[in-house]
């Protein structure tokens, strides 16, 4: 069992940025992918970033050059730092986990077990 903790959500204006934090406990070292997802309600979950034990990354189009998934291993903490940051990345953002995802499969939530609460991120135009 994983147990994720995320935080660092928070409200602010478009052009801003915010880093989020996934703190990880449990098993953490049967965990070999990691992810971050974000949802808006009435709306279907989106890949946003994911990032695998041996450093492969993978970002959705929508983010890439903004946004940077990274991991402290030490702290067993993942990031998601958020740049530029426009009105429509508003959403709840989750961090997920799992011991191992098709590469393909990365950005698509149903093939991760563990899940945080989620933290709120908020961009006004």
């Known amino acids: 069992q994983v147990q994720l903790v995320e935080s660092g959500g928070g409200s602010v204006q478009a052009g801003g940025s915010l880093r989020l934090s996934c703190a990880a406990s449990g098993s953490t070292g049967s965990s070999g992918c990691w992810g971050w997802f974000r949802q808006v309600p009435g709306k279907e979950r989106e890949g946003v970033a994911s990032?695998?034990?041996?450093?492969?990354?993978i970002y959705a189009d929508s983010v890439k050059g903004r946004f940077t998934i990274s991991k402290d291993n030490a702290k067993n903490t993942l990031y998601l730092e958020m740049n530029s940051l426009k009105p429509e990345d508003t959403a709840m953002y989750y961090c997920?986990?799992?011991?191992?995802?098709?590469?393909?499969?990365?950005?698509?939530?149903?093939?991760?077990?563990?899940w945080g609460q989620g933290t709120q991120v908020t961009v006004s135009s």
């Open positions: 997920a986990a799992d011991s191992s995802v098709p590469y393909a499969s990365r950005l698509l939530g149903q093939h991760y077990r563990y």
């Open positions: 990032r695998s034990t041996v450093g492969t990354i």
